[in-house]
């Protein structure tokens, strides 16, 4: 299994700034995503990073409020842009390899807009 | 969309007892996933299924993927206090390779 880390693991931002996530993998993975979640509550998707090309966003999230990077097989970035409270969330990211279904997460980034 | 229904939404047992729980999708699955998430950190994979019929254990935590291929089911035996977390199934989230949809989750609590 892989071991993912993600920078920050906490921030408080003020409302209209943007925070860009960092998420770094041990070891080249297939597949990276970004999730986010409401504390206790379930995980949604964010939207697929793809490698060298724009990432593949699910319903509801669009480039220009999170755009996503990912240059290489172990590291991506995640951005929030002009961030309003309903931002306010735990962001998650995940890398798949060979067992492509077996995501392992990296620990969280938890974001307060104030 | 794909959807996965997790029950009980929360759990509160004493320490010794056993756990079990389930999830049920709208649609017919390849691949179930078990994942535990403790306060503040990721989810961990417990557990990965395959095959419809399947029973694989991980110490005392045993999960079946159902016949029908539209279930699952998580057991713990002997529960003890660091059992405490967030309990996730989770299923292909449709045809996008790679993506997961995930259960509502089940909150278990452990009484010492």
């Known amino acids: 299994s892989a071991v993912i880390s993600q920078k920050p693991s906490r921030d408080i931002c003020q409302r209209g700034t943007s925070l860009t996530i960092q998420c770094q993998v041990d070891?080249?993975?297939?597949?990276m995503f970004w999730y986010r979640q409401q504390p206790g509550q379930s995980l949604t998707l964010i939207a697929t990073?793809?490698?060298?090309?724009?990432?593949?966003?699910e319903s509801g999230f669009v480039i220009d409020k999170f755009p996503i990077s990912r240059p290489n097989l172990t590291f991506s970035t995640l951005t929030v842009s002009n961030m309003s409270p309903e931002d306010s969330s735990i962001y998650l990211c995940?890398?798949?390899?060979?067992?492509?279904?077996?995501?392992?997460f990296g620990p969280g980034t938890r974001l307060t807009v104030l | 969309g794909q959807q996965l229904n997790q029950s009980p939404q929360s759990m509160f047992i004493q320490e010794g007892e056993d756990v079990s729980m389930n999830c049920t999708s709208s649609?017919?699955?390849?691949?179930w996933l078990w994942y535990k998430q403790d306060p503040g950190e990721g989810p961990v994979l417990l557990i990965a299924l395959y095959k419809a019929g399947e029973l694989t254990s991980n110490g005392r935590l045993t999960a079946q993927f159902g016949i029908t291929r539209k279930d699952s089911f998580l057991n713990i035996s002997a529960s003890i206090p660091s059992d405490v977390g967030i309990y996730f199934c989770a299923g292909p989230g449709g045809t996008s390779y790679g993506k997961l949809t995930f259960g509502q989750g089940t909150i278990l609590t452990v009484h010492p």
């Open positions: 649609s017919i699955f390849n691949t």
């Open positions: 995940s890398g798949a390899g060979t067992g492509v279904h077996e995501q392992f």
């Open positions: 990073a793809n490698q060298g090309s724009e990432a593949t966003y």
């Open positions: 070891s080249q993975v297939t597949m």
